[in-house]
């Protein structure tokens, strides 16, 4: 097959930004990625509150390779190729705690330190089988903002180097105080690339959730920073709370009932992004700032109750100034498949994996984050649809995103589709991840 490279012009007309639809759509370009781009990148295998416990594992499925997370020590947390070295049975499922790892086929037994502790009638080999050669191997292991990295290229360069500036933006935010609100994962009607990129840009917003224009003004400029990205608000955008300035609507005298009313969408319709604690300091909003006054004086206000109610709550609150918040952005992309929208005390956070072998389907990872109290986090309770639609809980914006997919998936294969226009302000972030992604994929 002939892969069209990005910036060549077509009987279309596209720009140099435009991005072919064959990564999207054809088995051989998975085949290539399955090959060349998972098993060479650093990507999240799972957070370390998973695995509090010595003992405790989890298990991360990409492509065809199945890694196992485990804490093998206090200190210790280890990464394992997820393989009996007998015969080749995968010897964990799932999440689970374990004293040994276990092959449920002839009974091999591993210490949670990867050293071989059993084989069934080992004297049947004589000398052949050496302890080294008994000894389980594994990716690169790496821990940031309290997730576990892994990267099975062993000659890849170091997890933060990777990360920047990402991880130099948020250095102050303590990511590793977060827990679970809640977590859920589902297959997908579309390519991995497509479930990823409907939260990678802002341009939408103003169709597919256009019952937040009202309360937010949603133009955004879009960033790139290597193989990363964000976008952020414009400089001349209206804060929170005003309308967007698509609409033909006046300004409001008074702006506390707006923002509350923002807080409280984010709150019933998403559950994420903002915490149940930002929200109730969004009412308090009604009750203790006077009408009237400025809406920069409502945010300040704002602001000084959500850090007030989280120090209160024994969670704690992120010392950060005024330029750290602003830098923050509204939306990060993590290449190659992880994607957050942080705020101070929370996050919603995304991870988009292939779906085994069908370039139509993916396993798509919707987290909720949260800052807690210690002691105070709910129990994980990990959720898994194989149709997002079995499932009436995703709230309205995750619905109305996902009811795009599929028939984004099935109109790129027309043949009057013959790649995605993306925006250069707005979706800068979206062609910026094609061009790195072909980069693995298709070489320089």
């Known amino acids: 097959m002939t892969y069209m490279q990005p910036g060549i012009a077509d009987q279309h007309g596209v720009r140099d930004d435009f991005v072919p639809k064959d990564s999207y759509l054809s088995a051989e370009f998975a085949a290539l990625e399955k090959q060349r781009l998972w098993p060479k990148v650093w990507q999240i295998a799972c957070r370390l509150e998973e695995i509090p416990k010595i003992g405790d594992f989890v298990t991360y499925e990409v492509a065809d390779e199945s890694i196992i997370i485990v804490r093998a020590g206090a200190d210790d947390v280890r990464a394992f190729y997820n393989v009996c070295l007998h015969r080749g049975r995968k010897l964990t499922e799932g999440c689970g705690h374990a004293v040994k790892l276990f092959c449920r086929y002839h009974g091999w037994r591993w210490n949670l330190d990867g050293t071989n502790d059993a084989v069934i009638d080992r004297e049947d080999w004589a000398e052949k089988l050496t302890d080294e050669s008994l000894t389980l191997t594994g990716p690169k292991i790496g821990f940031w903002g309290g997730w576990v990295f892994i990267n099975m290229d062993q000659d890849a360069g170091a ?75 414009p400089p001349d955008n209206r804060p929170v709370g005003l309308p967007s300035r698509r609409l033909d609507a006046a300004m409001p005298n008074d702006t506390r009932q707006p923002v509350a009313s923002f807080f409280d969408m984010m709150e019933r319709d998403l559950k994420a992004i903002v915490s149940e604690r930002a929200h109730r300091a969004a009412q308090r909003l009604l009750a ?157």
């Open 159 to 233: 997890l933060l180097d990777h990360l920047e500036p990402v991880a130099s933006i948020f250095k102050n935010y303590e990511f590793e105080k977060l827990r679970y609100r809640w977590y859920k994962t589902t297959v997908l009607p579309c390519n991995w690339k497509v479930a990823l990129e409907a939260f990678n840009e802002g341009y939408h917003v103003q169709t597919t959730h256009r019952q937040l224009l009202p309360v937010n003004d949603d133009a955004t400029i879009s960033e790139t920073h290597g193989p990363h990205a964000t976008f952020y608000p």
């Open 288 to 444: 203790d700032v006077p009408p009237g006054t400025s809406h920069m004086d409502v945010l300040m206000q704002l602001g000084g109750f959500i850090a007030e109610a989280a120090i209160t709550d024994g969670a704690g609150y992120p010392n950060l100034t005024y330029e750290e918040i602003v830098r923050a952005g509204l939306d990060w992309h993590v290449f190659p498949n992880h994607i957050f929208l942080p705020a101070p005390d929370a996050i919603l956070a995304y991870r988009a994996r292939p779906w085994k072998d069908d370039p139509d389907r993916c396993l798509f990872d919707v987290w909720s984050l949260v800052r807690y109290a210690p002691g105070q986090e709910p129990k994980i309770e990990r959720e898994f649809y194989e149709n997002w639609q079995d499932h009436d809980g995703w709230g309205l914006i995750l619905t109305q995103d996902f009811r795009n997919l599929a028939d984004i998936q099935q109109g790129m294969k027309s043949r009057g589709f013959a790649g995605a226009r993306t925006s250069p302000v707005q979706e800068r972030a979206i062609s910026n991840f094609h061009r790195t992604l072909r980069e693995y994929v298709l070489g320089k």
